[in-house]
């Protein structure tokens, strides 16, 4: 217990630092700098839990501190106390969430708290189902299984050789999870097809409907189509109503990837850019992203009750026995792919308690203000766009600072400013242009 | 952070407690009393800092004590010091494995870790590759994912649409993901065939080769043998040389779901019944099973280098920017299904690092004692088989201990024993034989 105790001061020492702007992001090092500066090899013989301790404090010491208020690099940032200490809790915990046997209060847990979610997307009284997942990307698979299981159950036992080809619709700034997910279920990425977006990365409806028909005629089945809600990289919105609409009208499964922007839907300023999200039959929503929840946290919900279980189980006899003494409802683990499943509900059902839903929302209010801020401050700057490979090579060696760049379509190289962290302030926007303008100055 | 400590503190007593035999293994609770006993529920406001402590120890209360040395219910037991240290840093790390550029350490730790689990594999210079996945039956599907991207890699574009009717084989005893990765690779659970077992449960390869000629014949191509090192109820080892000599004449990728047994490579004593392994393709291998590694933890290690890669790449340029600084290959979001991947290497790396290779040998080989020491006690005692979910009820209700039953083809159901826990000695086991007596007594 000592030992123990010994680790927790060394990352509550760590804890500190990431909240404190004057020590770096990150002390960068080539992936062969790092190799050789520390024996991190696996030997036959045990070392002392002195050397343990060291090991943890030698790994602090090369991690990115993504924490800290001036990381903008992923759509995850930020350390919240309340999250690190449920995280802390659930591993102490070790175990499982296949059934109400081996996981009472978490299994328990999930159910409030994905139906809690469900009512926030609009589902009358929180119906219907979900799960949580490991991250958006299985997520959004999951959605195009369900979708298919729903309008052909036979590819189930028969596969995809038994059942007509099909074809999902998403947009051109969509998240590469929808083509890695048609990659495996045996769909083909040329199965997905991209629809053109507008200049602020919204799904054109028009262009959605004139695709269908196109399908339609060729003799393909449309079953899905994946609307975005808060794209990777602009952060955009696709007009969730229209897209609606067109779903009905063709009986096509809606899905909304709000891995990013799902956490919108706690704010009543903001939560209008997803207007139309009710109407969805399955929502991706990820609270590791924009609620700054630790990771991994990704709940994938499906509106119609019964669908995720009847796609996935197999009744593997020796977990999922029928003769048991207490309600089956609550055995959850046949609604998965996954057999295991790691407890990733307790981090947000621990925050949210902590925050309620108003703090939830006092937080994402903030990250909008403050990108709306920075959006103010370079609206009238250009120019050193064509050069951020460069200037992403010096920042992560300064390690005073970190945010992520790439191209788009046409666009050459830009920064793509991530805001979610809650640490983060305007001087800290202010720090990062500055930041960025120094390192190019001689370019 | 002195609410962090107040939480370490109360997760110290539960670990605690976790050891102490005069405690319960679980509070049971149905369902509905447990909902009932406390209030779980999300609401707008937050909640003080002294609840939230309130809400942890509560959920403690009820959790199942999965380290108690007489929890002998799943596969994954047993709560390790430094795993559980090793877990919580991580946690507080809070990062993705995607990209070096976000977890350098990490990155450079599952390679040093894959590579090293290669080699015990037998797999020449620990060649290959290998991703930590989420669970076992991710890892198995991967697996499946990959033999069928290897034989006929347009399907990644293309389809099921675009290529023969393909089967796998598997044992009747082998773990139900392999009939739940066919269902959603589109392949279908009708094109798992399942070969028979001989009465210790291995399967039978003479039935193997009958049933690939018989599949060949009615013109399906076999492109999979997923062939069980430790089953899950008998924990038996198929012959692993006899089944890679039919998959070399057949020329079908061998993969070994070693999710349970794979643990028994660190055992010079026991490693013998995994021969042959190292003419795998692909093997499935979870640490956090009989290596006692907290959940999650799971490895699937591949021969062929680059063909995960080939197989899930999306070339996603907002994370996997081809004009980096640094060595590329250190980026291995994109041989992932999986965008977000959580960091589940440390606790392996830090545990094999405290106990050395030899100390997983120690922990194994104590575990197959006590198993056999169980065989000896009982081989002689039957009778209870018939009553066991009735034991079963008794047993959670008086929450002394906890053991897993089920049926077996044609076997009723029977007690499931697990023995993994390092805690668990030669006494817990003579307890746990008196406490199934005890409870059946009067039945």
Chains 1, 2 share one sequence.
Not at 128 to 143: E, T
Not at 363 to 371: F, G, P, S, Y
Not at 411 to 428: C, E, G, L, Y
Request: with cysteine; charged share 20%; proline share 4%.
């Amino acid at each position: 217990m000592s030992f123990l105790q010994d680790v927790v001061d060394i990352l509550l020492q760590y804890v500190v630092k990431s909240f404190d702007r004057s020590t770096k992001v990150i002390d960068f090092h080539y992936p062969n700098e790092l190799l050789q500066e520390y024996n991190w090899e696996l030997a036959d013989q045990p070392q002392t839990l002195e050397e343990i301790l060291l090991n943890c404090r030698t790994t602090l010491k090369y991690a990115i501190k993504t924490g800290h208020p001036r990381y903008f690099n992923q759509l995850s940032t930020g350390l919240d106390m309340v999250g690190l200490a449920a995280d802390w809790l659930t591993s102490a915990a070790n175990t499982n969430m296949f059934t109400y046997e081996i996981a009472p209060v978490f299994v328990l847990l999930e159910y409030v708290t994905l139906r809690k979610m469900r009512e926030m997307v609009g589902w009358p009284g929180g119906c219907g189902d979900g799960i949580f997942s490991p991250g958006g990307a299985i997520s959004n698979m999951y959605a195009m299984l369900i979708a298919r299981f729903k309008m052909f159950p036979e590819v189930k036992e028969k596969g995809m050789a038994a059942i007509p080809r099909l074809v999902a619709f998403t947009s051109e700034h969509s998240h590469f999870s929808v083509k890695k997910g048609a990659a495996a279920l045996g769909i083909g990425t040329d199965s997905v097809i991209l629809i053109r977006c507008d200049e602020r990365g919204k799904m054109i409806p028009s262009d959605l409907e004139r695709r269908i028909v196109e399908a339609k005629q060729k003799g393909f089945v449309p079953f899905l189509v994946s609307a975005t809600a808060g794209t990777t990289v602009y952060g955009a919105f696709d007009p969730l109503i229209a897209i609606a609409d067109i779903c009905k009208k063709y009986k096509i499964w809606m899905h909304v990837d709000g891995a990013w922007g799902g956490g919108l839907l706690m704010s009543r300023k903001h939560k209008w850019k997803l207007n139309g999200i009710e109407r969805a039959n399955s929502v991706t929503w990820n609270p590791h992203k924009m609620m700054g929840v630790p990771l991994q946290c990704s709940a994938l919900l499906v509106r119609e009750e019964g669908l995720m279980q009847s796609c996935n189980q197999m009744h593997a006899s020796y977990l999922f026995q029928q003769d048991k003494h207490y309600d089956l409802s609550y055995d959850t683990g046949d609604k998965a792919l996954q057999c295991g499943r790691h407890v990733d509900v307790f981090k947000l059902w621990l925050m949210w308690r902590a925050k309620g839903t108003t703090g939830f929302e006092a937080q994402i209010d903030k990250c909008l203000e403050l990108a709306e801020y920075l959006y103010n401050k370079i609206k009238n700057r250009e120019g050193y766009e064509m050069v951020a490979p460069v200037i992403k090579a010096r920042m992560m060696e300064y390690g005073t600072t970190m945010v992520s760049y790439q191209p788009l379509g046409d666009k050459v190289n830009f920064f793509r400013m991530v805001i979610s962290n809650p640490a983060a302030t305007h001087q800290d926007i202010d720090f990062l242009i500055d930041e960025i303008e120094r390192l190019g100055q001689d370019l």
